[in-house]
């Protein structure tokens, strides 16, 4: 399966952007995968976001963005998102979104634990 995540760009501080990642079939819309949002900023390893498994029981969140950011799934347009709001500055990275099948709800935040990458949406936070 293909993701592709897109919505990026350049923000103020405080500001909110909305992150989307389709799926090259029907994956979404079948609640068939989990799906995940990670971010890499410059010179910095790829850290975990936020994560939704497969089956809706478990949301996770990292404490950094718990409260501002939330991830959905809209199955029929076979989409999910990440809505962030209250943007700041070191919200600034390459968000990724990835998915995989056979995630278990308690490894939710773990990378290796997905299969499917999509290929990297910049967002900038700046006055």
């Known amino acids: 399966v293909q993701l592709q995540a897109s919505g990026g760009g350049l923000v103020q501080p405080g500001g909110s952007l909305r992150l989307s990642c389709t799926a090259s079939?029907?994956?979404?819309?079948?609640?068939?995968?989990?799906v995940a949002w990670f971010r890499q900023a410059p010179g910095m390893d790829r850290n975990f976001v936020a994560a939704?498994?497969?089956?809706?029981?478990?949301?996770a969140y990292a404490d950094s963005v718990k409260g501002r950011f939330t991830i959905s799934r809209d199955s029929a347009r076979n989409m999910v998102y990440l809505q962030m709001n209250s943007l700041r500055p070191d919200d600034t990275a390459v968000y990724y979104c990835?998915?995989?099948?056979?995630?278990?709800?308690?490894?939710?935040?773990?990378?290796?634990?997905?299969?499917?990458w999509g290929q990297g949406t910049q967002v900038t936070v700046s006055s």
């Open positions: 990835a998915g995989g099948p056979s995630v278990i709800s308690s490894n939710l935040e773990s990378q290796t634990a997905y299969g499917s």
């Open positions: 079939d029907r994956t979404f819309s079948s609640y068939s995968y989990s």
């Open positions: 939704m498994h497969r089956r809706g029981g478990r949301i």
